[in-house]
């Protein structure tokens, strides 16, 4: 298993380069799409920042425009439903879904949704919320998705090679194939 101090050393971890194409599902303001795109070509590669509201992802685009990351998109969609990223079946190299999956009643169609938009062999990365961490910090531990269920609910939906890792004190997460 690997751990990871942080974000940034997570980003800078994951083999994202030049001309591929990532999807933030849940990028909220662009803690993790502004980081990733600066690992992207300007030129060929491309982010697509998905969220259920429109306040973050104007945020989001603010600074996109001041880093000048004009490869970046963001669409407001629904990822609880088949087609509600907007995306085209088979698009991107990447999914990354941080820390959104403990809020969802239907986890599985999210994956199912990232499933769907990845191309073959593309590959899904999911941070959530440690279980055991206390719940003073993040939601309530109710919400959070134990290690054993979350690996379930990847398998499932029809992913692969799944590796685990740790990232700080309260995070775990996975890095998964679709094949």
Do not use: C
Not at 64 to 83: D, F, Q, S, Y
Not at 102 to 123: C, M, N, S, W, Y
């Amino acid at each position: 298993m690997q751990n990871f101090r942080g974000l940034g050393e997570l980003v800078d971890h994951l083999d994202i380069y030049g001309p591929q194409t990532v999807v933030d599902f849940g990028a909220g303001a662009g803690l993790l799409a502004i980081p990733l795109a600066q690992k992207l070509s300007p030129d060929n590669g491309k982010l697509y920042a998905i969220d259920v509201q429109e306040g973050p992802l104007e945020v989001l685009r603010a600074e996109a425009r001041k880093k000048h990351l004009h490869h970046i998109e963001t669409l407001r969609g629904n990822l609880e439903k088949i087609g509600g990223s907007k995306l085209k079946d088979a698009m991107a190299d990447w999914v990354i879904a941080a820390n959104i999956l403990f809020q969802a009643p239907d986890k599985e169609t999210i994956l199912r949704e990232a499933f769907r938009v990845l191309k073959d062999h593309g590959t899904l990365v999911i941070v959530e919320w440690h279980p055991e961490t206390a719940h003073t910090v993040g939601p309530r531990r109710e919400t959070r998705i134990p290690k054993a269920k979350l690996f379930d609910i990847v398998r499932a939906t029809g992913f692969t090679s799944l590796r685990e890792f740790t990232l700080g004190e309260h995070h775990h997460g996975l890095i998964a194939k679709k094949s």
